[in-house]
C-alpha cells in the first residue's frame, strides 16, 4: 500500500466523515413525529432527495459508510488485522 498516502487516506476519512452527518441529518429530521416529509441530502459530492420511505435504505447507507470509515481508518493507522489461516495437520 505503498502508493496511498496518509495524506490521501485522511481527507478520504474526512470526507467519510462528512457523508455520514448529511445522512444522519438526513435520519433526524424525517424520523422526528411532525418532521419534514423530504429531505435533501447534500453531501457536498452529491444531491439526493429522500422521503420518510426511504429511511431504511438510509439507514443502510449509514452502516456501509461507518464500515468504510472504520477500514479506512485502520488503513492509515495501521491497525488493520493481518491474520492469515492455516490448516492444523
Known amino acids: 500500500m505503498s502508493c496511498v498516502t496518509n495524506s490521501f487516506l485522511t481527507e478520504r476519512i474526512n ?5 455520514i452527518a448529511a445522512y444522519e441529518d438526513a435520519v433526524l429530521a424525517l424520523g422526528t413525529s411532525g418532521g419534514v416529509q423530504e429531505y435533501l441530502i447534500d453531501t457536498g459530492q452529491t444531491k439526493q432527495r429522500v422521503t420518510r420511505a426511504d429511511l431504511k435504505d438510509i439507514n443502510s447507507v449509514i452502516d456501509s ?3 468504510r470509515l ?4 485502520a488503513r492509515r493507522d495501521g491497525t488493520g ?3 492469515i489461516g492455516r490448516p492444523d495437520y
Not at 15 to 19: G, M, R, S, Y
Request: glycine share 0%; aromatic share 6%; with cysteine.
Open 15 to 19: 470526507a467519510t466523515k462528512a457523508e
Open 70 to 73: 472504520v477500514t479506512l481508518c
Open 81 to 83: 488485522n493481518n491474520t
Open 65 to 67: 459508510l461507518y464500515n
